[in-house]
């Protein structure tokens, strides 16, 4: 039978999505992993690029530090996490090795966008808001962070793509995620296999995708949308140019 | 009441912005600030909300030396209004109009009710604007929101920044206008920045010439300024408009009126002619038995005789109307308008429809001496 046939009977077999290593435990544990490591850059991300961009300082460090880390390999990381006598002796010691590589993927986009977009705030808003008595943390919380979150939201969205499909190396250490399948099916030439793996990563992280893009279209604030418009495109413009 | 106190500025151990700056605002007085572009008024203006620090001197609001006290509770009492409006683009008009009560932490039915009253006071319905956002409000509207939001908190004091700069000329006028109409009934200590000579003398109660370095050239009303420019700086600054100009803050006042000889309508122009050549002149006014001005008569030029049916002609058959008219609370330069606009050789003053007399280029011209005390003289 042709391949896609054969793929497709490979996704419609009950069998392989049972288990403990059937594709629905595989979907869930790349959630996981991947919820965890953009959790997690969120917070640092966005904490530490508000800050800056709040305070205005940094900005050479941080914008060449994060284009920098991008280009640390995943794998490699990975491998080199994993491989270290702290990490190997926890129990989850492979789901933390690469939660922290898919933390260190995730958090320069996202913190090069927090910070672009709080210092992008228009400054006669911002020095309107520091003359009518706002306290450095009222402006942050009430003015710059509003302003800058379709910014942040991008960042938060490129990141989460490129975690949710690059979490697949983390088979390659033992999480069984997706890319349990598509290294199974690599080693014991079941295309098949490799490809149903790999399609449904790549469903999922149009699906991750689509759902980011609605939520950051909900919580831009109403009165913005057409600064919001440019600065995702500003947004996503930096991601490309300096893409792996 | 806001005291500048040997306020210097400067930068590093480079220029000064602003050098050895005294001054005085009273309370309830709208003081602007004019000079050329980059002269340190905003610089002198942003002092007052602690947005710049001076390097030497004290500034002084009601009497207590605003470095010490907390900046963040000085600026919630102090009304600061820019040229880009600086409105929050994420929130609702309403929700800007807000800030400062909020910040101030007033209940919400409190927040609520000035909101209204704000957009009110500045002209926009608030049904209509209230849930607007900034993006969707034209230049004009955005400014008027800025300056709600910066009276809500109810400051005492009110700093401008060329508010009205980047709009344009009709709107910023109305503005203007506007704005001197809620400052007659606020009576807030106001410090107003502009470079435009003709917003100052439209503004100010006092106006301060401050050239470049904050150097105060002179601090006087407007007539004073453009009669007596104190320097040459402030002379040259007005420039060679300031004459005409000082017609513009000259206001008509009833000594300066020429009062010619009245008839009655139904008077014949014989008798006409009769007033008129009693008085030394060439018309009369045509007043009612109300008082009110009908019109006028050049008696000299009408023929006199029996008309068609056999009687004396009338004055009213003749008589002309007077179409060039301004309110007693003009200044001379709307009279001169009128006068020039109507092609006329005078202009009647009236109180409401009371006809008082009449102002013509001489008396006009006698007027605007007496407004700085220029030497009668006699035409």
Request: aromatic residues 0%; neutral net charge.
């Given at each position: 039978m042709s391949f896609l046939s054969q793929v497709a009977q490979f996704l419609t077999t009950g069998s392989h999505w049972t288990g403990t290593d059937g594709f629905l435990a595989q979907l869930g544990r790349q959630i996981e992993l991947s919820a965890v490591a953009v959790v997690a850059a969120v917070v640092a991300g966005v904490g530490i690029g508000a800050l800056l961009g709040h305070t205005g300082r940094g900005s050479f460090l941080i914008l060449n530090g994060a284009n920098a880390a991008r280009a640390v390999p995943s794998f490699a990381l990975v491998v080199l996490i994993a491989i270290q006598p702290g990490i190997l002796g926890l129990q989850q010691g492979a789901f933390v090795a690469a939660a922290i590589t898919m933390f260190a993927l995730a958090v320069p986009p996202i913190l090069t966008n927090a910070y672009v977009g709080i210092r992008d705030v228009d400054p006669s808003v911002r020095s309107a808001a520091v003359a009518m008595g706002m306290k450095p943390g009222q402006l942050l919380r009430q003015v710059e962070l509003p302003l800058a979150l379709p910014l942040i939201m991008a960042g938060v969205r490129t990141a989460s793509v490129e975690v949710v499909a690059t979490a697949t190396l983390a088979a390659y250490i033992g999480v069984a995620d997706l890319g349990f399948d598509i290294f199974a099916g690599l080693d014991t030439r079941n295309n098949a296999e490799t490809f149903s793996a790999a399609f449904l990563v790549a469903i999922l992280a149009l699906l991750v995708d689509l759902l980011l893009a609605t939520a950051a279209r909900a919580l831009?604030?109403?009165?913005t949308r057409e600064a919001t418009r440019a600065a995702r495109q500003r947004g996503t413009g930096l991601m490309w140019r300096h893409a792996r | 009441m806001i005291q500048f106190e040997a306020v210097s500025k400067q930068y590093g151990t480079g220029p000064y912005a602003v050098e050895n700056f005294n001054l005085e605002v009273a309370d309830g007085e709208l003081c602007v600030l004019v000079g050329p572009s980059g002269g340190g008024k905003t610089t002198i203006l942003r002092m007052v909300n602690r947005m710049e620090q001076p390097t030497a001197g004290r500034v002084l609001v009601d009497g207590h030396d605003i470095a010490k006290v907390d900046p963040v509770e000085l600026r919630r009492r102090t009304g600061y209004v820019i040229q880009q409006a600086g409105l929050f683009p994420h929130l609702k008009v309403a929700d800007n109009v807000a800030s400062v009560p909020r910040l101030l932490g007033w209940d919400r039915d409190r927040v609520q009710d000035r909101v209204t009253e704000m957009l009110e006071l500045v002209g926009l319905d608030p049904g209509l604007y209230a849930g607007r956002y900034p993006n969707e409000l034209s230049g004009g509207q955005a400014q008027r929101v800025g300056v709600a939001r910066a009276l809500a908190g109810d400051p005492p004091v009110l700093l401008m920044d060329e508010p009205f700069g980047a709009v344009d000329p009709i709107a910023r006028s109305r503005l203007q206008q506007e704005f001197l109409a809620l400052q007659e009934r606020l009576h807030k200590t106001v410090m107003f920045v502009t470079h435009d000579v003709d917003e100052a003398v439209t503004m100010g109660d006092r106006i301060a010439v401050v050239s470049q370095g904050g150097v105060l050239q002179q601090y006087a009303t407007p007539a004073e300024v453009l009669g007596q420019p104190a320097t040459p700086f402030v002379a040259d600054f007005i420039g060679a408009d300031r004459g005409l100009r000082r017609l513009a803050v000259t206001p008509i006042e009833v000594a300066d009126l020429y009062t010619p000889p009245v008839v009655r309508p139904n008077a014949t122009i014989a008798e006409a002619r009769a007033a008129v050549a009693a008085d030394g002149t060439h018309w009369a006014a045509v007043l009612g038995d109300d008082g009110r001005l009908l019109g006028w008569v050049e008696p000299g030029r009408l023929a006199d005789g029996p008309d068609a049916t056999g009687n004396s002609s009338t004055v009213a058959k003749y008589m002309r109307p007077f179409v060039a008219r301004v309110s007693l609370d003009a200044s001379l330069k709307t009279a001169f308008a009128e006068m020039l606009q109507n092609d006329a050789a005078w202009v009647a003053v009236l109180d409401n429809d009371h006809y008082l007399g009449v102002l013509t280029p001489d008396n006009l011209w006698a007027a605007l001496r007496r407004s700085v005390g220029g030497e009668p003289v006699t035409v």
């Open positions: 831009t604030p109403a009165g | -």
